[in-house]
């Protein structure tokens, strides 16, 4: 796991180089418009447990729904063959840790659940994406988010808790991914609103 404090900001950089200077330059070769993501980047408090699972498996099968590939096992740079497949050395993951927040007993137990998970969704061609990974402040049981709002006092303001498939989410308003295309150096997209290094017990997908 990455050090908390050095990489604070580190994804959220990333993602704004992506969306401003080399979506730039990749809109001027394909003579297209407009940014990557709709949205800005930001976390998402997850549940430990099943919603978890369904997390990482909505993960596992994003480049299947962009008609990349057909299985994940065929996409070397996402997760799926991280879990499938352990490494020995340059370890990633903390494969026993994962499998606690997933609800397992063992590290085998969450490989198989996980493996079964995702081709269960593949069989049934339940692939479809689901906004609440993406667009929502919380996923999870209702005690769960509702303890997630209530944490966040005055900032979740306006916010519904949800009823979904299988759960409930805190819904976050979309903002628009701010892009700055001017050569000075400085941020790019707004702060975010929601400090999730506040909840250190909080797993975010």
């Known amino acids: 796991m990455p050090k908390k404090q050095e990489n604070k900001s580190l994804e959220t950089k990333a993602v704004q180089l992506t969306a401003g200077r ?6 001027q070769r394909k003579n297209r418009k407009g940014a990557y993501w709709e949205d800005r980047y930001h976390a998402v408090a997850i549940e430990r447990g099943r919603h978890l699972l369904r997390c990482l498996v909505s993960i596992d099968l994003n480049m299947v729904r962009a008609g990349v590939i057909s299985h ?9 063959n991280e879990i499938q497949s352990p490494r020995r050395k ?19 137990s969450f490989q198989n659940l996980h493996r079964n998970l995702v081709n269960d969704a593949l069989e049934t061609d339940k692939i479809k994406r689901e906004a609440r990974w993406s667009q929502s402040i ?15 006092a005055s900032k979740a303001l306006g916010r519904q808790t949800q009823s979904l498939d299988g759960g409930f989410q805190l819904r976050e308003e979309a903002m628009p991914y701010i892009v700055d295309f001017d050569t000075k150096n400085s941020d790019i997209a707004p702060k ?14």
């Open 90 to 108: 340059f370890i990633l993951i903390n494969y026993e840790e994962l499998a606690d927040l997933s609800g397992c007993d063992s590290y085998t």
């Open 72 to 80: 994940p096992t065929e996409w070397s740079f996402g997760g799926y």
């Open 138 to 152: 919380a996923v999870g049981e209702k005690q769960f988010v509702a303890d997630i709002k209530t944490r966040l």
């Open 192 to 205: 975010k609103a929601y400090k999730w290094g506040a909840f250190p017990e909080i797993s975010g997908c």
């Open 22 to 27: 080399i979506a730039q330059e990749y809109n």
